[in-house]
């Protein structure tokens, strides 16, 4: 039998359906572009990454006491293949499920979800509003101060750049480029 694999439509219409507050749904396209962004640089699968972004706190809101677990049920329940299954429950690694991120699409999604909080908070405070002109030195110098964003556990991030090899700035930068490409749809445009 042939794995059935979903379209960018049917990931957004998933997510709509479980999903109704808006900054949950910014920050679900925020992953996806970001992660979009890494599959172009980093040779994967642009599709496949962006709608594993998209999709990986699908039971967020409904379920925050069972997190990834829903989205396991709700994702084999539409017959979704099994890496795009992994690859969305490994970013709750050491949180909310046993599932270590192995492969790239899982590290990076793993090492950048925590971070595009971080990216989004830090924007939202400048008086642009942007990321437009947000570099990644206004992220680190926010990131030192850990009554900011309090709730965005830095560690992961480290975690998540030191499976991929790569330093913090760097992690930071290339997220903050993802972003970009959305930041009209994730009211991150700024001021104009």
């Given at each position: ?115 595009t909080g971080l990216v989004t908070t830090t924007a939202l405070v400048r008086p642009s509003k ?63």
């Open positions: 039998m042939e794995e059935r694999i979903p379209s960018r439509e049917e990931a957004f219409q998933l997510l709509a359906t479980y999903t109704k507050t808006e900054s949950l749904i910014r920050h679900g396209l925020a992953v996806e572009a970001v992660m979009r962004y890494f599959a172009r640089h980093r040779g994967g699968d642009e599709e496949q990454w962006g709608i594993v972004g998209l999709v990986h706190d699908l039971d967020y809101e409904q379920f925050p006491e069972q997190h990834c677990i829903k989205t396991e049920q709700i994702l084999r329940e539409q017959q979704w293949p099994e890496s795009y299954i992994r690859a969305v429950i490994s970013h709750g690694w050491g949180i909310c499920t046993d599932v270590e991120p192995i492969s790239d699409m899982e590290k990076v999604l793993y090492a950048t979800d925590e971070l942007s990321v437009m002109d947000l570099e990644a030195k206004s992220v680190i110098k926010k990131w030192k101060d850990k009554s900011f964003a309090a709730k965005v556990d830095r560690a992961i991030i480290d975690r998540g750049a030191a499976m991929l090899g790569m330093e913090r700035r760097e992690l930071i930068t290339q997220t903050i480029l993802g972003m970009r490409e959305v930041a009209e749809q994730i009211n991150l445009k700024g001021l104009s």
